[in-house]
């Protein structure tokens, strides 16, 4: 499965990334299912609202995904919620422990941005695997979607 993000979509997650440091961002992707491949069209910043230590942990706010489904259904054009993404401050862009236990939906990209005092740095795409033992990277391509 190849992961298709436009330049821009993938900068904004990386300021986002930049900004929230040292806490972790975290939102919503929207995007179109396409065969193999999946586009991401939108990115939705969510606030994160983790009960725990926001340095070490996320959770997308539930009213920005309610207000995404119903956006995604007035749309009607194939669109979907199709995955989020986090950033690790201090970390690499790559699935921890704590986000392996949070993973209970297999058909969800899980995009990860590692973060330090300078900025957000590089993305890697991520699914967990059916049995959910462990996440299956994926290829990301960053180019302009025509
Ligand atoms: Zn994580």
């Not at 190849?2 to 806490?23: K, M, N, W």
């Amino acid at each position: 499965m190849i992961v298709q993000i436009d330049p821009l979509l993938a900068e904004a997650i990386q300021r986002a990334a930049g900004v929230s440091y040292p806490h972790e961002c975290c939102g919503l992707l929207t995007g179109e299912k396409s065969g193999n491949n999946v586009i991401i069209t939108g990115v939705h910043q969510s606030e994160n609202v983790t009960s725990g230590d926001p340095t070490r942990g996320f959770e997308v706010d539930p009213k920005l995904r309610f207000d995404l489904m119903r956006m995604v259904e007035s749309l009607g054009d194939g669109t979907e919620i199709i995955g989020h993404y986090h950033s690790h401050p201090d970390h690499p862009a790559e699935p921890s422990a704590t986000d392996l236990s949070m993973a209970y939906e297999t058909d969800f990209i899980w995009l990860i941005c590692a973060s330090s005092k300078v900025g957000g740095g590089n993305i890697g795409a991520f699914r967990p695997k059916s049995d959910r033992s462990d996440f299956e990277t994926l290829e990301l391509s960053i180019e302009q979607i025509i």
